[in-house]
């Protein structure tokens, strides 16, 4: 199916933004189950949001229930099929837009900014367009069917139906959001349910190949440390033997030494064992890496895969895109940038560089990381990885977008990033033109300014707003809340 990505004249209705928090706007009934015995309603249509009281949702829709619901991608692929073609949607984007949000079903929150459910919807939004599409009586966020067409009915009250460009903007307020949901959507059209289905098991190897490596290192980390302080004891207890001026005394003193070595033994073991199981992840890693290096050429599937970002002749170090990724434009203590990411995401080489010191072991401050010169002469240092690949050593030369680590928080970090900076620190990072110039495609800005509501040309006529604009600083993007409330 072709997608539909010509421009429209008008757009019969503006709809708010799924993601856009504002205050309660329409009363509602609060329902502790499904009502029995209903027949299946009509579904209400993309034209006017839900009146006040006419759904009712789950007691404490906002929390997600004891056991979340799970479907098979063959199943939402009908229910893709179905709720597009209710409400003139592409199914590819429902896909997509179910792909991004909440990973199919496999992260459905509470966001951060509160979006629950299948398809991420805020708790205001949901009660002005949210389904109740099994006919259960109840309007759910947290169940599949009611998501997915809420979904669809939510685009197409923003004019998917002629402009689902337009109407995807409406759904995350971002040019990034629009370009990734459209180019995996295409992926998707491309391909159908198989290919969607193959791509998923081949990003799902891949992140766990990644996690694994973090839990391996750990673990060696661990057993390295547990193993060196046993050797400083041993150290301390064999000295005692060469100090021991009488006989007994040397040979109580042996007694313990030897005893005591029998653990040192054992942690020495313990480290063999975690090293070995490092390189099993790590040639796993490999391998799952490699199967998704054809895929990750296709526009719009990179992102997903954390595949590197190019622009001239510099890579963005953390893969993962702006909906992984993220950056304020200062720290909070001196010129560097901490680029906020997901632990295991990947870390590339920022530029053909040569590494002048690379740390394996966790620094107190730093942690994991490594010291680079790039061939413009300037000298960069990461930190707090949770892994660094181990041909990574002093005078190796790097090429730009050679992956050479894993995201972590080792050292003195408060959770897991990257913290990058220029040594000398003498200047932020994000202040460079190669940084700045992947700001929306590889990464979003935690302190962005309110981008500009969306507007039509004021040639073109438009019916009535049915929302007023509310800027919200906290997340930047345009909320929007019913007019006159």
């Not at 799924?18 to 309603?41: D, E, I, K, M, Y």
């Not at 199943?75 to 893709?80: G, I």
């Not at 429902?94 to 991420?120: C, D, H, R, T, Y």
């Not at 290096?293 to 702006?322: I, R």
Request: hydrophobic fraction near 45%.
């Amino acid at each position: 199916m072709r997608l539909l990505v010509t421009a429209a004249i008008g757009l019969a209705l503006l709809a708010g933004s799924a993601r856009a928090a504002g205050p309660p706007v329409l009363g509602f009934t609060l329902s502790s189950g499904a009502q029995s015995g209903l027949q299946r309603v009509s579904l209400p249509s993309a034209s006017t949001p839900n009146a006040p009281g006419s759904i009712s949702v789950p007691v404490s829709f906002t929390s997600p229930p004891a056991n979340p619901q799970q479907l098979p991608l063959s199943s939402l692929h009908v229910l893709w099929q179905q709720a597009g073609a209710t409400y003139g949607i592409p199914w590819q984007v429902l896909a997509a837009i179910n792909k991004i949000e909440s990973n199919f079903g496999q992260n459905m929150g509470p966001s951060s900014a509160g979006a629950v459910g299948w398809m991420q919807f805020m708790p205001s939004t949901w009660l002005r367009w949210g389904v109740d599409a099994d006919g259960d009586g109840i309007a759910d966020p947290w169940n599949a069917t009611d998501a997915v067409y809420a979904a669809a009915r939510y685009l197409a009250a923003a004019g998917g139906q002629t402009d689902i460009s337009r109407s995807v903007f409406s759904y995350n307020h971002a040019d990034w959001y629009v370009r990734e949901v459209l180019d995996l959507a295409k992926v998707y059209g491309q391909g159908g349910i198989t290919q969607t289905a193959d791509l998923q098991q081949v990003q799902v190897k891949l992140d766990e190949a990644r996690r694994e490596v973090v839990r391996a290192n750990e673990r060696l980390l661990a057993a390295r440390s547990s193993e060196l302080q046993l050797q400083q004891v041993s150290k301390g207890l064999h000295a005692r033997v060469a100090a021991a001026a009488l006989l007994s005394d040397r040979l109580a003193a042996e007694r313990r030494a030897v005893l005591y070595d029998a653990h040192v033994d054992e942690a020495r073991a313990a480290t063999d064992a975690a090293r070995a199981n490092l390189e099993e992840a790590q040639s796993a890693l490999a391998s799952a890496t490699q199967s998704a290096q054809a895929p990750s050429f296709a526009q719009g599937v990179g992102t997903l895969m954390g595949a590197a970002s190019y622009h001239d002749n510099y890579v963005f170090p953390v893969g993962g895109g702006p909906q992984l990724v993220s950056v304020a434009h200062t720290h909070h203590d001196y010129p560097a940038a901490d680029i906020a990411a997901p632990e295991g995401s990947p870390v590339y080489a920022i530029s053909n560089a040569v590494v002048l010191n690379a740390w394996h072991t966790a620094d107190p401050r730093c942690g994991i990381g490594l010291t680079i010169r790039t061939v413009d002469g300037l000298v960069w240092t990461y930190c707090h990885l949770a892994f660094l690949e181990p041909s990574v050593v002093d005078g190796v030369s790097l090429a730009a977008g050679r992956q050479i680590g894993l995201v972590g928080s080792t050292g003195h970090a408060s959770g897991p990033h990257l913290h990058l900076q220029l040594q000398p620190p003498t200047e932020f990072p994000q202040n460079q033109p190669w940084f700045q110039s992947f700001a929306g495609s590889a990464f979003t800005w935690q302190d962005a300014p309110t981008p500009t509501p969306l507007e039509l040309p004021d040639a073109t006529p438009m019916a009535p707003r049915v929302f007023s604009v509310v800027p919200d600083s906290r997340d930047a993007v345009i909320g929007f809340t019913r007019g006159g409330a």
